[in-house]
């Protein structure tokens, strides 16, 4: 299940009475997806007119998302998209290289050959069509969790999903701030023709050398900015 469907889902357990965890989903949603890219301000007026609903439910909202550390605010100031640092996303993708490609060499066998059929093609038009961000992301999104969601374990299942919030924000920020699809197009090409071949040593490698090459990218944009 997606970012996008997880909060889709999320949004449904509370009444639609519940305007504050209306807007915290859509926002933590936005967030997520890097339509509200870091260091964006968030202005109580304007996000109250944009959902329709008094002041107070978008102040709830934010302090909801300055509980999920994904805002911040000085005293006085607004609240702003949070900027991850070069610490946080070097302390993500350490989680990640330990073990993702684990759990992609053990969900070898049990990924049905449909699906990384489906997201070759969709990876082969992303490289002929580099402009579509939102494309990418999404296929990003798809791929990786393809590499473990087919355990079927709750640990696997909540430790990931955990840490696919953290990556899809990554993601967003590398593609739409960097804009190096076609390195990752390459790079998650290399990871489903592993998944295809049955290679456990090649998806091993292939897993590793682009969560390597994920991080520099965003840390090198990150240390010159």
């Known amino acids: 299940m997606s970012i996008e469907s997880k909060l889709a889902a999320a949004r449904q357990e509370y009444d639609s009475n519940d305007l504050t965890h209306q807007v915290y989903y859509a926002l933590k949603r936005e967030i997520l997806v890097g339509k509200l890219p870091a260091m964006e301000k968030l202005n109580v007026v304007q996000l109250a ?3 329709n609903v008094s002041r107070t439910p978008v102040t709830q909202a934010l302090e909801l998302l300055k509980q999920d550390d994904l805002i911040e605010q000085l005293p006085g100031k607004r609240a702003t998209v949070k900027t991850l640092s070069p610490q946080e996303i070097s302390t993500i993708y350490l989680f990640r290289k330990q073990l993702e490609p684990v759990v992609a060499k053990l969900s070898l066998h049990v990924i049905p050959e449909s699906e990384p059929l489906a997201l070759k093609k969709l990876v082969e038009n992303l490289m002929e069509h580099p402009e579509l961000l939102d494309k ?5 999104e798809r791929l990786h969790s393809m590499l473990w969601r087919h355990l079927r374990s709750p640990l696997v299942d ?14 967003s920020y590398t593609t739409y701030a960097i804009e190096q699809s076609s390195s990752n197009c390459e790079e998650h090409l290399n990871i489903i023709n592993a998944v295809l071949a049955r290679d456990p040593e090649g998806i091993v490698r292939a897993v590793e050398v682009h969560l390597d090459r994920s991080c520099q990218r965003l840390l090198s944009f990150c240390r010159g900015n």
Do not use: A
Not at 136 to 140: G, K, N, P, R, V
Not at 163 to 169: D, G, L, Q, T
């Open 49 to 51: 007119k944009q959902y």
């Open 136 to 140: 990418s992301i999404q296929l990003d």
């Open 158 to 171: 909540s430790l990931f999903s955990t840490i696919n919030e953290y990556s899809v924000r990554l993601q």
